[in-house]
């Protein structure tokens, strides 16, 4: 299996401690949130009805989709209310002040 490849997405003060934002990669859409300095990122799109989580709001490491309210773990991408619901992950690493992601 190839190791995964780490693209930047942007800068880490485009991404402000407390915010989610949205970013395609590769065609990836991705959602990059910023919790109390660390960064996470999920998959873009709500495991409910595809809503836009890079839209939505992240309290601590809690994030709500912005659509009909589900809520997720960023640090894990476990479903607050049925853990076996799970968003798709990738792994974060800041360089230079660039937040990268592995796709």
């Known amino acids: ?3 995964a490849e780490f693209r930047n997405v942007g800068r880490v ?4 401690p407390g915010t989610i934002r949205p970013f395609t990669v590769d065609e990836q859409e991705i959602a990059v949130a910023n919790v109390g300095g660390e960064f996470f990122a999920t998959q873009q799109h709500c495991l409910h009805l595809s809503g836009p989580l ?3 709001r992240l309290e601590g490491k809690k994030l709500s989709c912005p659509w009909h309210g589900w809520q997720y ?3 894990t991408g476990k479903n607050e209310f049925d853990h076996a619901i799970q968003l798709k992950t990738f792994e974060v690493k800041v360089e230079g002040g660039e937040v990268k992601v592995a796709i």
């Open 1 to 3: 299996m190839a190791e």
């Open 13 to 16: 003060e485009d991404i402000p």
């Open 54 to 56: 890079g839209e939505g």
């Open 73 to 75: 773990d960023v640090t």
